[in-house]
Every structure is written in structure tokens, then in C-alpha cells.
């Protein structure tokens, strides 16, 4: 399995925006659904957006109505426009399959989003 690759992230003062993209291997991007997940330190990954093949979406309350996330099925990729940024937003953010199952690609190196106030 390839790793996704994703991109986008910086530094980014509290109401910003970014886009982060995330390239994946075909074979990853067939999969049913893809997502984006988060890691803060000392907190566990928290999944954060869910885009179906079909493009039906779904995100926690957390980021609902301030994240959107979509997919380009021509080239593998998956963005997810982030909006109105705080600082609890601050994480490594990754992309991977929907559930984690057997499916999964292995973790990429992630891009990380810092949020000041």
C-alpha cells in the first residue's frame, strides 16, 4: 500500500482559512469512503470529516459548518476547506479510509495546522 500524501497545513491566526489536499493511491480512493482525521498532542485522533463515493459527507459537531470536505475522483485526491480556524483546530491532520479496516493505507506523514489566538 502507498502512503497518502497530504498537504496544505501552516500557520494560520485564529478566524483564517486553509485547504488542505491529500493525494491518495487509486486503489485507496476506490475504497467507499475517505476522511480526514486529526491528532492534537496528548489527545487521541479524532476523525473530522467523511466524504462518501457518492459525495455525501458527514462531520461532529466540532467542525460541522466550518469544514467542508470534497474529492476530485479523477485524481485521487481528497481537499477539505477549513474556515473560521481556533486554536483547538490545531493538529497533525491526516487522510485515510473510512472506516480504519482492513482497507486502510498506512499513515502518511500528515500536514500540521497551528492556530494561533
Known amino acids: 500500500q502507498v502512503q497518502p500524501v497530504e498537504s496544505g497545513g501552516g500557520l494560520v491566526q485564529a478566524g483564517g482559512s486553509l485547504r488542505l489536499s491529500c493525494a491518495a493511491s487509486r486503489s485507496i480512493f476506490n475504497i467507499e469512503a475517505m476522511g480526514w482525521y486529526r491528532r492534537a498532542p496528548g489527545k487521541q485522533r479524532e476523525l473530522v470529516a467523511t466524504i462518501t463515493s457518492g459525495g455525501s459527507t458527514n462531520y461532529p459537531d466540532s467542525v460541522k459548518g466550518r469544514f467542508t470536505i470534497t474529492r476530485d475522483n479523477t485524481k485521487n485526491t481528497v481537499y477539505m476547506q477549513m474556515n473560521s480556524l481556533k486554536p483547538e483546530d490545531t493538529a497533525v491532520y491526516y487522510c485515510?479510509?473510512?472506516?480504519?479496516?482492513?482497507?486502510?493505507?498506512?499513515w502518511g506523514q500528515g500536514t500540521q495546522v497551528t492556530v494561533s489566538s
Open positions: 485515510n479510509t473510512v472506516p480504519l479496516d482492513w482497507r486502510m493505507a498506512p
